[in-house]
């Protein structure tokens, strides 16, 4: 198992700019998960998803969208790139959402916004 | 809404020492508890957990216990190493969201 893969690692994007963060995993995982993790900070949920079909908006939801076609994939999409978008955004999934469950990380992708 | 603060850091050991890292929580409901390690470069990976009151969760050295009257889930480790230099994330999931501290950066010098 590949476990979570993230796509690109790095990225340099203009003020304006858009992008499609990628997100796959192998696991056949029902949950999936984007976090920010700014330098020095914990991870802040952006949006998640309990199945293909089905997202819902976290804590910082603002600036971003997501789809759930697959249960495989699960993209954030930036539209017009802003600096305060700079940081580091993991993917994550879980097999469930009850308390039992870990969820596993991709690698992240480092973002910077100029 | 939850929260989870953590010990701040950074915090710098001598090899061989021992380490605790804090961690306190407010939670509604009867949340499960987290520890994650983030190696440079690296996402997080789940060191361990535990899920009710009382339990002590365990893995690589490391221990934690769910202390409910005191809501924290300090980590402890008797012995560190080099290896063992990394960022360390408290976390809980409570009603299917999770909630991160900061993170606590360990560094261990030989």
């Known amino acids: 198992n590949a476990g979570v893969t993230q796509t690109p690692k790095f990225r340099i994007l203009k003020i304006g700019q858009s992008m499609t963060l990628q997100c796959t995993q192998d696991m056949n995982h029902n949950y999936m998960y984007w976090y920010r993790q700014d330098p020095g900070m914990g991870l802040k949920l952006i949006y998640y998803?309990?199945?293909?079909?089905?997202?819902d908006k976290g804590e910082v939801p603002n600036g971003y969208n997501v789809s759930r076609s697959t249960t495989e994939d699960f993209p954030l999409r930036l539209e017009l790139a802003a600096p305060s978008q700079t940081s580091v955004y993991f993917c994550?999934?879980?097999?469930?959402?009850?308390?039992?469950?870990?969820?596993?990380f991709g690698p992240g992708t480092r973002l910077t916004v100029t | 809404g939850n929260s989870v603060t953590q010990m701040e850091g950074p915090v710098t050991l001598s090899e061989e020492a021992f380490l605790t890292i804090n961690c306190t929580y407010t939670a509604t409901g009867y949340p499960s508890l987290f520890w994650y390690v983030q190696y440079p470069g690296e996402g997080l990976q789940l060191l361990l957990k535990?899920?009710?009151?009382?339990d002590k969760g365990s893995n690589k050295g490391f221990e934690a216990t769910y202390r409910k009257e005191t809501t924290s889930f300090h980590l402890e480790k008797g012995s560190v190493q080099v290896s063992d230099s990394a960022v360390y994330f408290c976390?809980?999931?409570?009603?299917?969201?999770?909630?991160f501290g900061d993170g606590t950066t360990l560094t261990v010098k030989p």
């Open positions: 535990a899920t009710k009151a009382d």
């Open positions: 994550a999934s879980s097999y469930g959402a009850g308390s039992s469950y870990e969820q596993y």
């Open positions: 976390a809980l999931i409570s009603g299917g969201k999770s909630t």
């Open positions: 998803s309990v199945g293909a079909g089905i997202t």
